[in-house]
């Protein structure tokens, strides 16, 4: 039990474009899900607090004009990358809520 | 505020060898305390967490931790190490008791290799 899914699992995209990542709980509802951005041999960073039928809450320093995060249903959450650019390539994880936060194996955006 | 210091971003042992990872929190409320493993291009599991209570935690895969408030350590710890636990592992904090949004602050990572 406790499965999240991510999809794609991997994408390369053109800059300028935007892209969008589904982070969704398989087996179970969550109300609040969490992007995490991680760069190469690094940790993983916070990017926002997805809450479902509210707006996302960005940590500071993320921009929440470029990173769009929609979560409209208790098993679906939404990253839009709009206007990507070469420096937003980087391995994007969500989690999602249930008495723990349970991951996804990520998507590794590249964009060139 | 919260953070979490992980000594040691490398780490090799022999395979049936002691595992030991460092961890140091520190937070100004009593932490939540986690051990995650990440394999390559995999998302993060959850090897063992401490809450409240018993202070040494024991996870999957043969690990433990113990929680030592006095030294604000949660270091992870494995008798005997098999190939298979080569990963990269992330110590995380949380101040927990927000059920429903608690936000994980990560160390920055160990990454265990293990000597055939």
């Known amino acids: 039990g406790a499965v999240v899914s991510q999809h794609p699992s991997w994408v390369i995209c053109k800059s300028g474009t935007s892209v969008k990542i589904e982070c969704r709980s398989l087996d179970f509802q969550a109300t609040t899900m969490f992007w995490y951005r991680q760069f190469p041999k690094q940790s993983l960073m916070l990017m926002a607090t997805s809450n479902e039928g509210s707006k996302a809450t960005y940590e500071q320093g993320v921009e929440k004009d470029k990173f769009l995060i929609n979560h409209a249903s208790l098993t679906l959450s939404t990253l839009t990358v709009t206007s990507a650019h070469p420096e937003d390539s980087s391995f994007y994880i969500c989690s999602a809520m249930s008495r723990e936060q349970y991951f996804g194996p990520g998507t590794r955006l590249t964009v060139t | 505020a919260q953070s979490v210091t992980q000594l040691g971003s490398h780490v090799s042992v022999s395979e049936g060898a002691l595992v030991l990872l460092r961890c140091n929190y520190s937070s100004s409320v009593p932490p939540y305390l986690f051990w995650y493993v990440q394999y390559p291009n995999q998302g993060l599991q959850l090897l063992l967490k401490?809450?409240?209570?018993?202070?040494l935690v024991k996870g999957i895969n043969g690990f433990e931790a113990e929680f030592k408030k006095s030294e604000t350590s949660f270091h992870l710890t494995k008798p005997s190490a098999h190939m298979s636990d080569a990963a990269e592992y992330f110590c995380a904090v949380t101040q927990g008791a927000n059920f429903g949004n608690e936000k994980l602050t990560f160390g920055t990572g160990t990454r265990l290799t293990i000597i055939p």
């Open positions: 401490y809450t409240t209570g018993a202070t």
